[in-house]
Nanobody, 118 residues
Framework: QVQLVESGGGLVQAGGSLRLSCAAS????????MGWYRQAPGKQRELVAAITNSGTTNYADSVKGRFTISRDNAINTMYLQMNSLKPEDTAVYYCNALRGGVLKGTSWGQGTQVTVSS
């Protein structure tokens, strides 16, 4: 299995920046894709950004040009740099890892709250 621990959330004013981190441990070799999801109150969880093992990235239209996803494979950590934050970015952000092979499945972190004030 893979364990994921997020950090870096908090309260920020509109226009500000935050960087989220997701530290992975366990069966790291099984990870084929990692991503950030978010869930706002009363809404469904949605994909924010994803990154493959080779570094290919994908973003939700709502965050393109403002958020950057990255990975440091040397320390098994994924990041989400969030700039020009808007109140509508307020949500709980979750780290996700898609596992392949014999350990096929999905791992989730516990979530970190991001609140953007207007």
């Amino acid at each position: 299995q893979v364990q994921l621990v997020e950090s870096g959330g908090g309260l920020v004013q509109a226009g500000g920046s935050l960087r989220l981190s997701c530290a992975a441990s366990g069966s790291i070799f099984s990870i084929v894709l990692m991503g950030w999801y978010r869930q706002a109150p009363g809404k469904q969880r949605e994909l924010v950004a994803a990154i493959t093992n080779s570094g290919t990235t994908n973003y939700a239209d709502s965050v393109k040009g403002r958020f950057t996803i990255s990975r440091d494979n040397a320390i098994n950590t994924m990041y989400l740099q969030m700039n020009s934050l808007k109140p509508e970015d307020t949500a709980v952000y979750y780290c996700n890892a898609l596992r392949g092979g014999v350990l096929k499945g999905t791992s989730w972190g516990q979530g970190t709250q991001v609140t953007v004030s207007s």
